[in-house]
């Protein structure tokens, strides 16, 4: 691991995922470089047991001096137990609102509207205001346990929470492997009965249930049924020709 200068940050490239070179004087301080080219300084610090996420801005609007010295300004505050600025840190509805942008197209546009109302209706009423590299596993497991009254929408509504929170690692707002969503306990519910006519599930099962209702109807009553069962049994075993000459 080097130092990490103005002229190594200028050099760095791009690749198909994202990547991190972190510098060796201060711990901590680095830089992320995404695949659309961004290049974004942060700094990752641990104090009192607690980790603290900080993006100190992108190499377009400061030089490596620059993000240097934020970073150790930064280090500094969080060991005497103060609150740092972060205008770096963008807040959860901005981070939403850009992953529905960005990511929506993966979506069809009734899961696009589906999701969005979860988003409005139960992750927006509770997130808002949050910076997104705050958000921790005791946030995510106090909100779903908020939504107990609820938990079809409290489980339809994990998912759109951890696509917001992965993708918010891919943009380089978090760390990477830091999304609070996984493996978050579901509610757990009993299976519900379908009540409907046959009609109501699709012509196709309709017409086969015609087809058996016709062959009951025309199917022979049981009793008749055992007295060909009892006329075919004793020719069972016998050639054709002793078939024919054997009277009943």
């Known amino acids: 691991m080097r130092r990490l200068s103005q002229r190594r940050v200028d050099s760095l490239k791009p690749r198909k995922a994202t990547y991190e070179v972190r510098d060796a004087e201060l711990k901590g301080f680095g830089i992320r470089v995404l695949p659309s080219g961004a290049r974004r300084y942060f700094i990752h610090h641990q104090h009192a047991g607690k ?72 992750i927006l009423p509770y997130f808002t205001g949050q910076r997104i590299p705050e958000i921790t596993r005791e946030d995510v497991q106090n909100w779903f346990s908020f939504l107990h009254a ?10 759109v929470l951890s696509v917001i929170l992965r993708q918010a690692e891919i943009y380089g707002h978090r760390p990477e492997g830091s999304n609070p969503c996984v493996n978050i306990r579901r509610y757990r519910r009993r299976g519900r009965e379908r009540v409907g006519s046959v009609r109501a599930l699709g012509p196709g099962r ?39 000459r054997r009277q009943w």
């Not at 249930?209 to 016709?214: E, K, S, V």
Request: with cysteine.
């Open 206 to 244: 309709h017409r086969s249930r015609r087809r058996a209702d016709r062959r009951a109807a025309v199917r022979p009553p049981p009793r008749r049924q055992a007295r060909q069962r009892r006329w075919r049994a004793p020719s069972r075993g016998c050639r054709r020709r002793r078939r024919r």
């Open 150 to 159: 609820t938990p079809v929408a409290a489980d339809r509504s994990a998912p």
């Open 51 to 122: 980790r603290a996420w900080r993006t100190i801005g992108t190499a377009d609007d400061m030089t490596e001096a620059q993000a240097r010295s934020l970073a150790a300004a930064v280090v500094a505050a969080l060991g005497n137990g103060e609150e740092t600025p972060e205008p770096g840190d963008p807040l959860f509805e901005d981070v939403a609102e850009e992953v529905f942008r960005r990511y929506g197209r993966n979506w069809k546009p009734r899961t696009l509207a589906v999701n969005r109302g979860y988003l409005k209706k139960q």
